[in-house]
């Protein structure tokens, strides 16, 4: 007994200092940013301006790496598996909460695996269709939807994702169900709704409006309560007709749980210098998506989130009767 004693404090004394020594000395090779969707995709624009910013503060690359599949599951779950050291981190959204509930078989326990290191934006999505369908406004949307919605072909990026949740709250509001085609990202989506491939995509803003100002694609509604500035003359879905239809959506930033409190320090820091980078602001800004503030992306209150995000999507999907995927 009064060996094995020894041998835990011996390896007790030896694992602290390298602990520490470990995140002083962190970073010093490049960090792996995977983003769960395509490339060209809402989170994958996120994640590179971010990134951009956090290499310059790190003084190391974070590279962005794509691994997408089953809604945004797939790159949770290798974040999920990766070492605890800080080199491997995930952005993701709403749906990393909304999958808890979604996906029956999960690889990783959502609250128990993942470890929040901090919010990065919000903002709203865009019901858009391909430019030649024939609705001119978010009303004569609705109207039409409602009456041949069964035949509208819906793009999204996977069960759970935002653009499937969209379409969920859209069917559910308007009685109808769409006819769905998944994809591995909004990006390659926006690619077949601007093709004429496809009609509907409810999208991200982020990745919406540069569309939408380009006129490659046509805007019906906002899911905010209030407009756009930057697209200013497309009306709330609300507006539009569909009353108590609110849908904003936020990324966070990942680690896998377990990771040294000085590393998840550390890289909270060069989040929050990112986020207060008037260049980086500005970018946001201009596709719609807002930065959160200082006090509302630590850990703690990006964790807060999170676990309360993880119980409503709960309640929602448990009371919408939505089949769990595998
Ligand atoms: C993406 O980057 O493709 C999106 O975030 C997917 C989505 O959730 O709709």
């Not at 041998?7 to 390298?18: G, H, N």
């Not at 070492?83 to 993701?92: A, F, M, Q, S, V």
């Not at 004429?196 to 490659?216: E, F, M, N, W, Y």
Request: hydrophobic share 40%; glycine share 10%; with cysteine.
């Amino acid at each position: 007994m009064k060996r094995l004693l020894q041998a835990v404090i011996a390896t007790t004394a030896i694992m602290l200092p390298l602990e520490g020594a470990m995140a002083q000395d962190y970073p010093n090779r490049n960090i792996t940013l995977i983003v769960p969707y395509a490339a060209g995709g809402p989170s994958d624009a996120i994640a590179r301006l971010i990134g951009q910013s956090m290499s310059d503060t790190l003084k190391e690359q974070v590279i962005i790496e794509n691994i997408a599949g089953a809604g945004g599951t797939m790159g949770a779950s290798r974040l999920a598996k990766a070492e605890k050291d800080g080199y491997t981190l995930l952005i993701h959204h709403v749906a990393l909460a909304a999958g808890a509930s979604l996906y029956k078989n999960l690889a990783y326990d959502t609250l128990g695996d993942i470890e929040p290191l901090g919010l990065v934006n919000y903002g709203p999505m865009v019901i858009t269709t391909r430019k030649d369908y024939p609705a001119s406004d978010g009303k004569a949307l609705f109207a039409k939807l409602k009456t041949d919605g069964n035949k509208t072909t819906a793009a999204h990026a996977g069960v759970g994702s935002n653009s499937h949740l969209c379409n969920l709250l859209l069917q559910q509001a308007l009685g109808v169900n769409f006819t769905e085609a998944a994809y591995r990202g909004t990006g390659p989506a926006m690619t077949d709704v601007m093709g004429g491939k496809v009609d509907l995509l409810c999208d991200q803003s982020t990745t919406a409006v540069p569309q939408i100002q380009g006129g490659t694609i046509k805007a019906h509604a906002v899911t905010s309560e209030d407009r756009l500035d930057v697209i200013k003359d497309v009306p709330t879905v609300q507006e539009a007709g569909i009353k108590d239809f609110e849908f904003v959506i936020w990324h966070g930033l990942y680690a896998p749980k377990g990771v040294p409190q000085d590393v998840v320090k550390k890289l909270n820091q060069a989040l929050q210098v990112a986020l207060d980078d008037s260049n980086v602001k500005a970018r946001f800004a201009d596709v719609g998506t807002q930065v959160f503030g200082p006090s509302e992306r630590t850990p703690e209150a990006h964790r807060e989130r999170f676990e309360k995000e993880v119980k409503t999507w709960q309640d929602v999907i448990g009371k919408s009767g939505v089949a769990q995927a595998n």
